[in-house]
């Protein structure tokens, strides 16, 4: 890159900076204004959403296509376009339900009073968004901030500026600047992003990454939610139906190519077990998907920094030892193309750097194991993953699963569906994540939860008062202290 092209991009970095600076000054203006939208205002500022979105579903697929150089659009409205929809409906049903303060109880002592918690916009909410699933991941959160009466940043990422130019012009036909505004920019946007008072910061994205955005958060004391990744088991039991796992494996695995933050990241299998489970995955991934390169439902790898990434965990497991399976039903040449085929890695090994990070790709370590017991060892022996999938229609296993691991979401018998589940919460734990932002506790966690004691004009308080030698001491010393 030329010296001046550096400048070049120096100064749309700088402007972009300069925008995000002012457009988060008007909207805490505006919020000071409006510190509380009524319920008519939710609910319009949903429709807008909603009406916007089906408005622009097309262009917007086409936009993912674009940036990823091939995009399944199957894919794109199912797992980005309706899965919003189906957010912004979902508040929108509950949203009154959910304003109501909620009624909490009053000891004896403070009688007659009442308790309410009050749920009060934050304000401003920042939402830094991730390339795998540009729309999702910026209307879904929005959605939730808008529900929960807040204005809204979003900062989307500079690998998908396709999606990036029809979201801005999307998301500008239906909401003021003050309200909900969009930026993208790279790692200095991404920083000073990050470093923003704002009254909450929804984050997605990798683990390394959310350190420092966590870091930043931490200097302005801003809360926080981040919904990360890291590596999801799948578990097959020797009591596992294998052709109905290898379906939802393979949905799974090869879905947005494995560039889903809940994508199987690796396979816990009996040692008797895998060969029939590769000769499974293998039958369903070609019934799938019989050709990959001129087929537009397979999706390509975003961009060659991807690609390079995902071809170097392959060669270095391979060079350390690990036997390779690809999958590729017609035998095609992918050189010129960012398509990748399904690639089962066995005898791995936990030097290799496969087995260490996230893949985040089409690439599927099989691991065996002898015993339950081991297979829950080698789980929480890692990082918490944010999804955990077991296959097993067993209920002694389901619960040793469930009691003894933990994972951000469970889906037992499917892959990546507990994601779309309104009225559950998604997010989450420790490496994973901290918080979440679907469903009630995603209003929950973007407001702030005020609790209100009211005396009225019969006020008995004045009973504990000092002198403290009185009856009301002494009746309080006897019931409930002593």
């Keep these: 890159m030329t010296a001046t092209a550096v400048q070049f991009q120096d100064t749309e970095e700088q402007q972009q900076i300069d925008f995000l600076n002012d457009v988060v000054a008007k909207q805490k203006t505006a919020y000071g204004a409006a510190p509380y939208p009524s319920l008519d205002q939710r609910r319009s500022d949903l429709d807008k959403l909603s009406t916007v979105l089906r408005k622009y579903k097309d262009e917007l697929a086409q936009a993912v296509n674009t940036d990823f150089s091939s995009r399944s659009t199957a894919e794109t409205m199912i797992a980005e376009i309706m899965v919003t929809l189906e957010c912004v409906k979902y508040n929108r049903k509950n949203l009154k339900k959910w304003m109501k303060p909620s009624n909490r109880h009053v000891s004896a002592l403070f009688a007659p009073a009442s308790n309410k918690v009050h749920f009060q916009p934050k304000g401003v909410v920042g939402i830094m968004v991730p390339w795998n699933y540009p729309v999702q991941l910026a209307a879904a959160p929005l959605a939730t901030a808008l ?105 799974g695995k090869a879905t947005n190519a494995g560039q889903t933050c809940i994508a199987p990241d690796y396979i816990l299998c009996p040692k008797n077990q895998v060969e029939d489970l590769k000769g499974a995955l293998t039958e369903r991934y070609k019934a799938c998907f019989p050709t990959l390169k001129g087929n537009n439902d397979y999706t390509a790898i975003i961009n060659e920094r991807q690609h390079l990434r995902l071809s170097g965990l392959l060669k270095d497991a391979e060079t350390k030892g690990a036997k390779i399976t690809t999958l590729n039903p017609a035998n095609e040449d992918f050189a010129g193309t960012r398509k990748m085929p399904l690639s089962m890695v066995e005898n791995t090994t936990e030097d290799m750097i496969i087995m260490q990070d996230e893949i985040f790709g089409p690439l599927l370590p099989i691991l065996t194991y002898e015993s339950m017991d081991q297979a829950v060892a080698h789980i929480n022996n890692g990082p918490r993953p944010l999804a955990l999938y077991l296959f097993s229609f067993n209920r002694s296993e389901q619960d040793q699963i469930l009691t003894q691991t933990h994972a951000g979401g469970v889906t037992i018998n499917d892959c990546l569906t507990h994601i779309a589940q309104d009225d559950m919460p998604f997010g989450g734990v420790g490496d994973s994540g901290i918080g979440a932002y679907h469903g009630k506790e995603g209003f929950t966690s973007l407001s702030h939860a005020k609790s209100v004691h009211k005396k009225g004009r019969i006020n008995m308080g004045h009973l504990i008062h000092a002198p403290h030698d009185r009856f009301m001491h002494k009746l309080i010393y006897k019931y409930i202290i002593n």
């Design 147 to 251: 529900a929960a009466g807040n204005r809204a940043v979003i900062k989307m990422s500079e690998f998908t500026p396709a999606t990036n130019e029809v979201m801005r012009r999307m998301l500008a036909e239906a909401f003021s600047e003050d309200q909900v505004a969009i930026l993208s920019g790279e790692a200095a946007v991404g920083a000073a992003f990050s470093n923003v008072h704002w009254d909450h910061l929804i984050f997605t994205g990798s683990s390394s990454v959310a350190r420092h955005v966590m870091s930043a958060c931490g200097k302005n004391l801003v809360p926080v939610t981040l919904e990360l990744g890291g590596k999801s088991p799948c578990i097959i039991t020797n009591t596992t139906n294998l052709k109905t796992a290898a379906q939802a494996i393979i949905f």
